[in-house]
């Protein structure tokens, strides 16, 4: 039956394909189609290839995925448009600001003993060092040009000789009550007096270095605690 069926209607077919003047490509096709399903009982695909032909693969969602990077961690003086910009702190809350960072000034051995007896021409190393120290945690809104200027509560810099290996250890702790971090203000600290050392010792050796500056830990703040320890 199936036979009779199909060679019945293949003059049909053959005529709707050579009258083109009274069918468009469209029509006969769709006829052909309502054949096929009588004879076959379902539709014929609607691609001329069949359903294993790829579809076109769609750029919207390499569009999306690329609109919907966002970096986490972005920065915070960086505007709009990429230009430089002081952080608005009018809306954060008001907590104590705690900052600890360190340093180390490796010496020599020629240095570190003159350091020890206290016999730098310029005088008394470790003393100045902590004062100018104290004094740049205070300035540092004047040194870095996007830090606020801030009222802190406590500078604290210290510095220990180790003669393990010759150096000055140096560490500043800074505090403030406030809506932004005194992290810079504990950094500066430690490195002006770390300069403060070598501008005191240069005369004596040029081949000191001012190492491993670092921040240690912070408390306070909408990021909360943070210790390199953890």
């Known amino acids: 039956m199936f036979r009779r069926l199909a060679v019945s ?25 309502k054949e096929m399903e009588f004879v076959f009982g379902e539709a014929p695909p609607t691609s001329l290839t069949g359903s294993s032909e790829s579809q076109p693969v769609s750029q919207d969602s390499e569009l999306i995925s690329t609109d919907n990077i966002k ?14 910009q002081m952080v608005d702190v009018s809306h954060k809350d008001i907590s104590k600001r705690v900052a ?6 490796i010496l020599g051995k020629k240095v570190f003993d003159l350091v020890s007896a206290n016999q730098v021409a310029k005088g008394d190393v470790l003393s100045v060092a902590k004062l100018a120290g104290i004094t740049g945690a205070k300035q540092t809104s004047n040194l870095i040009p996007l830090c606020h200027n801030i009222n802190l509560t406590h500078v604290r810099v210290d510095l220990r000789l ?60 909408k990021s909360g605690d943070w210790s390199r320890k953890k």
């Open 9 to 33: 209607m293949l003059p049909k077919s053959r005529r709707l394909f050579c009258n083109n003047s009274s069918h468009d490509l469209g029509s006969t096709i769709a006829e052909l189609n």
């Open 100 to 105: 600890v960072a360190s340093c180390k000034v």
């Open 162 to 221: 180790n003669p393990d290996d010759y150096n000055v250890e140096i560490e500043g702790e800074v505090a403030s009550t406030g809506k932004t971090g005194v992290e810079m203000e504990a950094m500066t600290a430690v490195m002006v007096a770390g300069l403060t050392v070598y501008d005191m010792c240069k005369a004596a050796s040029k081949d000191i270095r001012i190492t491993d500056v670092r921040l240690e830990h912070k408390v306070g703040g």
């Open 71 to 84: 970096n986490e961690s972005k920065l915070t003086h960086v505007g709009v448009k990429g230009e430089a």
